[in-house]
């Protein structure tokens, strides 16, 4: 059964397909599958406990689990996300780099992504292997992007509202949509009335079209840099609920887009239920995102996700069932 390369009447088209060294991730011949991005953290205090790995063994013992689950990227991280105990350069280096050597060896076919925001980590962690920087603090430092250009590998550019590594958003506010130019495909209605809450859509849009279009000109292939709105960071529940609606405007940048979802706190506040109950609504979410085009998933539950995914993928006819025997045999 063939499948088309452009969507069916009434499926949102998808963002950018994802390349990396070369290879196109997810595609099967003619079939696209959205791609998982699982998480593991090299750390004792990220705030999903699970995820956290600090022991090699179990570690490598995750990234095989992984794999053999669905992901075709694994990201790890060696620093928690928000407050916690100092992390300097050379201690997130112990952390990561040697990690991501061993997922080379034991996993071969599992491609490595470095979630970092320093540039002298991505350069360790590209020396031994890794195939994605997944820069979730949006160019902080701005030589990142660059070492991953020297070295040909993909980037994640973010979108954080100014806010600085490891800190948690305090009334953040973005212009009324009357103040910004909207981006085209986000009005509300046939009418062509605007959502006055997409001043905020019109900033990340401009953000991240601005750094991919600055990871391009310093070398990374256009086709390896990912767009990532970066729910619930430099947002409060209400934005990130925002741009998950609005999904389709970010998969239409012309980029591969990144959705991190995975039992974050817009989900918890929403739902009012702590990191550990997460999954069924961090699944919703997820079917959305899939539905409206995006690319690529980070994901705490590697299998369940992968099958949400697939079921999505189906009814955008951009893979074929597992098995459709019923009402033939």
Request: glycine share 10%; charged share 25%.
């Amino acid at each position: 059964m063939d499948h088309p390369e452009t969507p069916a009447d009434g499926v949102p088209p998808a963002s950018a397909p994802l390349v990396l060294r070369g290879r196109e991730v997810g595609r099967d011949g003619r079939a696209v599958r959205p791609v998982v991005m699982a998480v593991l953290n090299r750390t004792t205090d990220s705030f999903y406990a699970p995820a956290r790995v600090p022991d090699d063994a179990a570690a490598l013992a995750a990234a095989e689990r992984a794999y053999a689950d669905g992901a075709e990227i694994l990201d790890v991280g060696g620093v928690r996300a928000g407050h916690g105990t100092p992390v300097d350069e050379a201690e997130e280096i112990r952390r990561v780099v040697p990690f991501v050597a061993a997922v080379r060896r034991g996993v071969p076919d599992l491609l490595v992504s470095v979630d970092t925001w320093r540039a002298g980590v991505a350069r360790a962690a590209i020396d031994a292997g890794a195939d994605l920087v997944n820069d979730t603090w949006a160019g902080h430092d701005p030589g990142l992007v660059e070492v991953a250009g020297a070295a040909g590998v993909g980037v994640v550019c973010s979108h954080t509202g100014g806010a600085v590594p490891r800190t948690d958003p305090y009334r953040v506010e973005y212009p009324d949509v009357s103040d910004v130019q909207v981006p085209r495909g986000t009005c509300t209605s046939d009418t062509g009335e605007a959502d006055g809450r997409d001043g905020l859509l019109a900033d990340v849009v401009a953000t991240l079209r601005a750094a991919a279009e600055r990871a391009v000109a310093c070398g990374v292939p256009r086709e390896s840099v990912l767009v990532d709105p970066t729910h619930d960071f430099g947002k409060n529940t209400w934005h990130s609920l925002h741009l998950l609606r609005r999904t389709g405007a970010l998969a239409g940048l012309g980029f591969p887009l990144l959705m991190a979802l995975s039992r974050k706190d817009f989900v918890g506040e929403t739902l009012d239920l702590p990191p550990e109950e997460r999954l069924e609504g961090t699944l919703a979410a997820t079917a959305v995102a899939a539905w409206l085009g995006a690319r690529v998933f980070r994901a705490h539950d590697v299998a369940a996700t992968r099958r949400v995914l697939d079921l999505v993928a189906a009814v955008r006819d951009e893979v074929p069932p597992a098995a459709a025997l019923r009402g033939l045999a």
